[in-house]
């Protein structure tokens, strides 16, 4: 479960193989974004092991080896010094500008859970962070942290952040994360139930204080900074102006306390197919939008991103998900409102240069990520990756399309090639 990886902390860790969940399950974005190899839903395997075997954990590919035989794991160790070697080559252009080989500037920001991967980011190269998602300072908290001390931690967090940037994700837990104090009984379908805002809306104390937390980080100390406010799974508009109220809630509490505080840009995350359908609507009430591709897949294709079994169908190459993907960022670039995605995908070679086609000129993604999107990014013309797109959206099937793109990035960079799964 996520709340064991994140107190990993620095313990030596050299893989992670669980039996249940899948690629975008938190504890694996967790173990991802601290560099450890994982592998979920190796169904057997644990069984077989034995004390002192020696275990190959292949998160590139999904495979976990017991006692490889002797080529195998050479073969695995020279794979490992290659990764090791590119990934260090790579971090070297942490202080180059992002931008695309024809010259359009692109923005690479982080997904942090702390403050520590806010210091990452900004040794990896991002311009600021995408996605802080809180909810880690509750799951590492023994009861509910108070205004103040959420507080506290939000400057921590904007102090640590690249360019004093963040945009600040109110707390999400329920579906694949669960905290003790808050929420409710098991559900049938957790990521379909009482999870993110409809959770938050039920706490209206609780989620005020977190609201003015964020809006009193915000407030003008001197020195440049940015901070927006993002709310998770906004369904409808109803929602989307209950959200509104609420900042205004504690705006004004703030201004009767005379409590400093900055005015944010609110945007609303785009998880939910609704939200999708319904774009054009939602961007009259938000500032800026930020595509949580992790859930939209999931919903879109109605199989559960923790369910190793249903692993086939949650694919974010899928016909299906590309076109929502395509029509959510032109409706957000007519709109002329900010766009992101700050998903798994943003950081993956093939689904990136396809986003980068569809014209998202913002990604947001594990800090460890960064210096792989900018070499990339470097490697593509608009031309090149609206053709790549243009193709794969006449293809009919996922595996298809998988196929094609994989060859293309192979030709776009070999090395790429190698960090793409
Ligand atoms: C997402 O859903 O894509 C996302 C970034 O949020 P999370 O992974 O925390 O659900
Ligand atoms: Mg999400």
């Avoid at 009482?194 to 104390?205: A, C, D, K, M």
């Avoid at 005020?208 to 020195?223: E, F, K, P, S």
Wanted: charged fraction near 25%; charge should be neutral; include cysteine.
């Amino acid at each position: 479960v996520p709340s064991h990886v994140f107190t990993l902390g620095d313990r030596d860790v050299a893989g992670i193989a669980t039996q249940a969940g899948g690629r975008t399950s938190h504890a694996a974005i967790l173990a991802r974004s601290r560099g450890i190899p994982a592998v979920s839903g190796v169904a057997g395997v644990p069984a077989q092991i034995k004390q002192n075997d020696l275990i190959v954990v292949d998160g590139r590919e999904g495979h976990v080896l017991v006692n490889p035989d002797y080529e195998t794991l050479a073969a695995y160790r020279k794979l490992q010094r290659e990764f090791v070697d590119l990934k260090d080559a790579l971090a070297e252009n942490r202080d180059q500008p992002a931008v695309s080989a024809d010259g359009e500037p692109v923005q690479l920001l982080a997904n942090i859970s702390c403050t520590a991967d806010a210091r990452a980011a900004a040794a990896m190269g991002a311009s600021g962070v995408g996605l802080y998602r809180t909810e880690y300072l509750f799951l590492a908290h023994p009861d509910v942290p108070d205004e103040e001390e959420q507080y506290r931690a939000y400057c921590e967090a904007i102090d640590a952040s690249p360019g004093r940037s963040i945009t600040i994700r109110t707390l999400d837990v329920g579906g694949g994360k669960q905290i003790a104090y808050i929420g409710g009984a098991r559900e049938a379908n957790p990521f379909m139930g009482w999870r993110s805002i409809r959770l938050s809306f039920e706490h209206p104390q609780f989620f005020l204080a977190q609201i003015r937390a964020v809006l009193r980080a915000a407030a003008d100390d001197g020195r440049p900074k940015q901070v927006r406010l993002m709310f998770p799974m906004v369904t409808t508009v109803e929602e989307m102006r209950k959200l509104r109220s609420f900042v205004h809630r504690a705006e004004r509490r703030l201004t009767e306390s005379r409590t400093p505080f900055g005015k944010v840009p609110v945007g609303l995350m785009l998880e939910v197919p609704a939200a999708a359908v319904s774009i054009d609507v939602l961007l009259e009430e938000a500032d800026f939008v930020s595509i949580g591709s992790n859930d939209l897949v999931q919903y879109l294709m109605a199989a559960d991103r923790d369910n190793p079994k249903v692993s086939g169908l949650c694919r974010p190459l899928s016909p299906a998900v590309l076109l929502v993907l395509r029509d959510v960022i032109a409706a957000c670039r007519r709109a002329g409102k900010p766009v992101t995605l700050c998903g798994e995908i943003a950081a993956a070679p093939k689904t990136c240069a396809l986003l980068f086609g569809m014209g998202l000129r913002c990604f947001s993604m594990s800090p460890a990520f960064v210096p792989i999107v900018k070499d990339l990014i470097g490697r593509l013309t608009r031309d090149k990756a609206e053709a790549l797109l243009r193709h794969v959206l006449k293809m009919r099937t996922v595996s298809q399309i998988a196929k094609y793109m994989d060859e293309q990035i192979r030709v776009i960079s070999p090395q790429l090639a190698l960090l793409d799964s």
